[in-house]
Nanobody, 119 residues
Framework: QVQLVESGGGLVQAGGSLRLSCTAS????????MRWYRQAPGKQRELVAA???????NSADSVKDRFSISRDNAKKAVFLQMNNLKPDDTAVYYC?????????????WGQGTQVTVSS
């Protein structure tokens, strides 16, 4: 159906930046909302940022003014620019999309990419 491939994670020092990318492929007719979640060890998965097909965005209070989400509809891709990273941002980051195809409409998850911020 839909495959999501994430990239851009890694190890960075506090105050540094990373840019995550997620590209969708498969028998996709359309993608509506696209999101980034993260899950730190021992914690529940939380929503980091979301973007609609029209470009409206929202983000968690903990990352406002540091992270920004964007998308390229032609490439079926979503991005997360992360600036001024903090050790508390250490987590596995997952992209999540609402996609439609011959199967109907469903939500899909990427495999996750590790982000580690050292102090």
């Amino acid at each position: 159906q839909v495959q999501l491939v994430e990239s851009g994670g890694g190890l960075v020092q506090a105050g540094g930046s990373l840019r995550l990318s997620c590209t969708a492929s498969g028998n996709i007719n359309s993608i509506s909302d696209m999101r980034w979640y993260r899950q730190a060890p021992g914690k529940q998965r939380e929503l980091v940022a979301a973007i609609t097909s029209g470009g409206d965005t929202n983000s968690a209070d903990s990352v406002k003014d540091r992270f920004s989400i964007s998308r390229d509809n032609a490439k079926k891709a979503v991005f997360l620019q992360m600036n001024n990273l903090k050790p508390d941002d250490t987590a596995v980051y997952y992209c999540n999309v609402d996609a439609s195809g011959y199967w109907g409409r469903d939500k899909f998850w990427g495999q996750g990419t590790q982000v580690t911020v050292s102090s």
